[in-house]
T-cell receptor, first 112, second 112 residues
Framework: DGGITQSPKYLFRKEGQNVTLSCEQNLNHDAMYWYRQDPGQGLRLIYYSQIVNDFQKGDIAEGYSVSREKKESFPLTVTSAQKNPTAFYLC???????????FGQGTRLTVV | KNQVEQSPQSLIILEGKNCTLQCNYTVSPFSNLRWYKQDTGRGPVSLTIMTFSENTKSNGRYTATLDADTKQSSLHITASQLSDSASYICVGPKGDGQNFVFGPGTRLSVLP
């Protein structure tokens, strides 16, 4: 059954560690996005990719990195350079950039 | 600067009552406006999309309206149910046409 899957649902990280969040979609969508959600704020764009092997920085890319080696996959790495990584991370995909976005169920990252 | 503002920030109503959520947007150029529902700890799910030529659209008990002149949209929920408890997010297109501008959401709590 089609959809967009994020894993893990919960992730704990020690300070100074890099962690990678997984996002997979089987909707055959070209565009994929990573957002960060903090309480009381709208979703903020971290990175987006319009097509395989291409991606662009969003509004808050510092301390994050991504890759888009396959159409179905768009993993996000939260590096130790991200000073305040505790947040809810949402991955989304759309047929093409700017069309209706479909979201995964999110990954809640906590730094301990 | 493209912005989406929502009010109220939070709302508590009794089951069976109606409510209206507001969205003010300054996105330009304007092509469409979307409403998403986000359950706690889950990803947002699309409720409706309004284009500039539409001034009302319904999806079951949800009715969205759009006034392109005043740049205001509203989401009316009729005969609320406990399952309507969620955050409702208003989303406009970014000026680049490739991304989105998210409002901070209205947190709705429906009590028995």
């Amino acid at each position: 059954d089609g959809g967009i899957t994020q894993s893990p649902k919960y992730l704990f990280r020690k300070e100074g560690q890099n962690v990678t969040l997984s996002c997979e979609q089987n909707l055959n969508h070209d565009a994929m996005y990573w957002y960060r959600q903090d309480p009381g704020q709208g979703l903020r764009l971290i990175y987006y990719s319009q097509i395989v092997n291409d991606f662009q920085k969003g509004d808050i890319a510092e301390g994050y990195s991504v890759s888009r080696e396959k159409k179905e996959s768009f993993p996000l790495t939260v590096t130790s350079a991200q000073k305040n990584p505790t947040a809810f991370y949402l991955c989304a995909s759309s047929i093409t950039a700017g069309t209706e976005a479909f979201f995964g169920q999110g990954t809640r990252l906590t730094v301990v | 600067k493209n912005q989406v503002e929502q009010s109220p920030q939070s709302l508590i109503i009794l089951e069976g009552k109606n409510c209206t959520l507001q969205c003010n947007y300054t996105v330009s150029p304007f092509s469409n406006l979307r409403w998403y529902k986000q359950d706690t700890g889950r990803g947002p799910v699309s409720l409706t999309i309004m284009t500039f030529s539409e001034n009302t659209k319904s999806n079951g008990r949800y009715t969205a309206t759009l006034d392109a002149d005043t740049k205001q949209s509203s989401l009316h929920i009729t005969a609320s149910q406990l399952s309507d408890s969620a955050s409702y997010i208003c989303v406009g297109p970014k000026g680049d046409g490739q991304n989105f501008v998210f409002g901070p959401g209205t947190r709705l709590s429906v009590l028995p």
